[in-house]
């Protein structure tokens, strides 16, 4: 049975956990840091993943203990602790969704590298104020509970409709260099015939 995968990673935010709601198919993800929250909330823990620097040395003998699978990177690597944890996933397991509970706020240099895994992955970035996720070619109900709602082209999108939204288009040609779809409010429905898309809803609050 494929899985939803959850991922939890820093940096260090108490409030993920109430975007995180438990189902029967989930499989719990828990990199460096983030690994305490589900020690916290006394979650399983499917797979543990990281070089373990941002755990305390007490919480990282009871993950040892109670997580199934454990994965300890080495400090100098080529990839971030979470971008191991996703590629090992994406080659490894057949899954239905991932997301990504996280890796939103903290260093300007670890989200914009969080983008690109948006970019390579069909997955989603949840926080408190933020949802991230990619779209493909096609026709979309969108359902925004954040202030606010941006488009942005991963790959150039072509015939871009939005209906019901605060700003509509019809027919547009959004190239990846083109912020026009930014601050955008409400729900509605939209369709491309080319391309990908980045959605992101956001409240009005600092990254």
Known sequence: MSK????????????????YFQEADEFLV???????????????????????????????LVVKQKASQLIQLPNQKDQTDLAFAIDYIYNHMDYQSMTVYGG???????????????KQYDLEFID???????LRKGKYTIHNHRSYISFFAIEDV????????EYELDGYF????????????????????????????TDDTKI
């Open 128 to 134: 408190q104020h933020h949802r991230l996720f990619p």
């Open 30 to 60: 828990g990199v460096d840091s983030g690994l305490s929250l589900l020690l916290e909330h006394n979650l399983k823990i499917d797979l543990a993943v990281g070089d373990f620097d941002s755990i305390d040395p007490a919480d990282l």
């Open 4 to 19: 939803k995968i959850k991922i939890f990673c820093g940096p260090p935010n108490p409030q993920l956990i109430h975007q």
């Open 174 to 201: 959004l190239s990846t260099h083109d912020s026009l779809c930014v601050s955008n409010r409400g729900s509605g429905e939209l369709e491309f015939s080319k391309g990908r898309l980045l959605v992101v809803m």
């Open 158 to 165: 072509y015939d871009l409709t939005m209906k019901g939204f």
């Open 104 to 118: 939103i706020g903290g260093r300007i240099d670890h989200f914009l590298a969080n983008v690109n895994l948006i």
